[in-house]
């Protein structure tokens, strides 16, 4: 089996798991806060990651070279994960997964101020087309608009916005630094409002939260292999294989059916992405490549970014 390939299929079948682990999540948040299901899950995940933050033999401590960007790169990284798990328990998987798909555009939009990336006019139009079909998902005007749709836009833009942090402060904070404080952050501020939305769970959706938690590390160990195996740009495009598995779980578990408009603009942004990965992994075109380096879904502060993980063996410095 080439590498290309097997590459594919590591990352198809991280994003198979990680479908389920969000069919979890839309399941519990029928009966609990989206903060507390990110709560729970962290806890219960945390001592899957801690042996990686004790791996880490570099010397130095804990404390950021970019406090201000760390610190807000761990406000998103909070915000993505509650927003993105509120959106799946409030509206059909296939329109929150057409909305998050919208992230390598708004990264690659990011990137200019930030990175001082150029993009070209080929991308540019490409930017421009995917958001025309993240419209055509929302039909404002037509379909009524509903706080899970804004919940998914901005779980995409501060998502977005975690990844490009990374990408400009990776080079110079440590590997541990760079996994720790989004974790820590998540902890510390759902906690805080455990006391205003807590509903005391059963044993068995207890383990449900522990499920996702494992769920996320089994689809990151997967991940991990699929970019060790085949470049970028084989394995970027595999996240969009998540849109199946929506229409399939929406309409066997949850009586959801993906209609025309939503298909066409997922359509539209799928192809859009994809244009813009294949342009970045062309030579000179993208000085950065934001999308390409961007290996995690969003992240929530449940696990560390795949980039990071990816370096756990030597760990240098990098994101």
């Known amino acids: 089996m080439g590498h290309n390939l097997k590459g594919a299929l590591y990352a198809l079948l991280a994003f198979a798991i990680y479908a389920t682990h969000d069919v ?20 219960l995940g945390f001592p899957l990651i801690t042996f990686m933050l004790m791996s880490d033999r570099t ?20 915000s993505t994960g509650a927003a993105g798990f509120y959106a799946f328990t409030v509206l059909p998987l296939a329109q929150t997964y057409a909305i998050l798909f919208a992230m390598p555009l708004l990264i690659t939009v990011l990137a200019i101020p930030m990175l001082g990336e150029k993009v070209g006019a080929r991308r540019g139009i490409a930017v421009v087309v995917g958001l025309i ?6 039909r404002p005007g037509s379909a009524e608009l509903s706080w899970g749709h804004l919940a998914a836009l901005s779980a995409a833009l501060t998502g977005s916005l975690t990844s490009v942090i990374v990408r400009k402060i990776g080079s110079d904070e440590r590997s541990a630094v760079l996994m720790l404080y989004p974790m820590v952050a998540t902890f510390l501020l ?3 409002m455990m006391p205003f939305v807590y509903v005391p769970m059963p044993l068995e959706h207890l ?5 996702i938690a494992l769920m996320a590390f089994v689809a ?29 779980y929406g ?11 939503t ?18 992994g062309t030579g000179s075109v993208s000085k950065n490549s934001p999308v390409l380096s961007n290996k995690s879904r969003p992240e929530t502060g449940l696990m560390p970014r795949i980039s990071l993980l990816l370096k756990r063996g030597d760990w240098r410095r990098g994101a």
Not at 234 to 245: E, L, T
Not at 263 to 280: D, F, H, K, P
Request: no cysteine.
């Open 24 to 43: 979890v999540i839309k399941f519990l948040g029928e009966s609990y806060n989206s903060f507390q299901i990110i709560f729970f899950s962290g806890l």
């Open 59 to 78: 010397d130095g401590n804990l404390i950021p070279r970019h406090p201000w960007w760390s610190l807000l790169r761990s406000l998103t990284a909070v």
């Open 133 to 138: 079909g993240v419209l055509i998902v929302l």
């Open 190 to 192: 759902t906690g805080a």
């Open 207 to 211: 383990a449900l939260t522990g499920v």
């Open 220 to 248: 990151a160990m997967l991940s991990i292999a699929a970019y060790r195996t085949a470049p970028a740009i084989i394995v970027a495009p595999m996240q969009y294989s998540q849109i199946i598995w929506a229409v399939i």
């Open 251 to 261: 309409a066997l578990l949850f009586d959801e059916e993906a209609d025309f408009y």
């Open 263 to 280: 298909l066409l603009g997922t359509g539209v942004i799928i192809a859009s992405g994809i244009y813009i990965v294949l342009r970045e």
